[in-house]
Nanobody, 126 residues
Framework: QVQLVESGGGLVQDGGSLRLSCAAS????????MGWFRQAPGKEREFVAG????????YYADSVKGRSTISRVNAENTVYLQMNSLKPEDTAVYYC???????????????????WGQGTQVTVSS
């Protein structure tokens, strides 16, 4: 059984920064990719950032590009999302996701991920 545990959310002022962490646990689990998604009240879940585990290739939503950095520590099966210059519109529950299957991933599609974390709240005050 694979578990994803997120941390690092909280309340921050407009223009502030946060770093989210997500640790994946599970015997012999090696993700093909990991990603961050978010869901604001009354809105659909949306892709934020993703990383291909083997190559380190990264992908970002236009809304966070240039303000956020996704990174990983392979040995710890941990992925991070550093978010800078946060805006009130970044307020949402942020979810970590992991894909176990290799090949053919559409990294921006939530349906392509196999495991999800419980979510961590990020609130940006104006």
């Amino acid at each position: 059984q694979v578990q994803l545990v997120e941390s690092g959310g909280g309340l921050v002022q407009d223009g502030g920064s946060l770093r989210l962490s997500c640790a994946a646990s599970g015997r012999a689990f090696s993700p093909a990719a990991m990603g961050w998604f978010r869901q604001a009240p009354g809105k659909e879940r949306e892709f934020v950032a993703g990383i291909i585990w083997s190559t380190g290739s990264t992908y970002y939503a236009d809304s966070v590009k240039g303000r956020s950095t996704i990174s990983r520590v392979n040995a710890e099966n941990t992925v991070y999302l550093q978010m800078n210059s946060l805006k009130p519109e970044d307020t949402a529950v942020y979810y970590c996701a992991a894909r176990a299957r290799y090949g053919g991933i559409r990294i921006q599609q939530g349906d392509d991920y196999d495991y999800w974390g419980q979510g961590t709240q990020v609130t940006v005050s104006s």
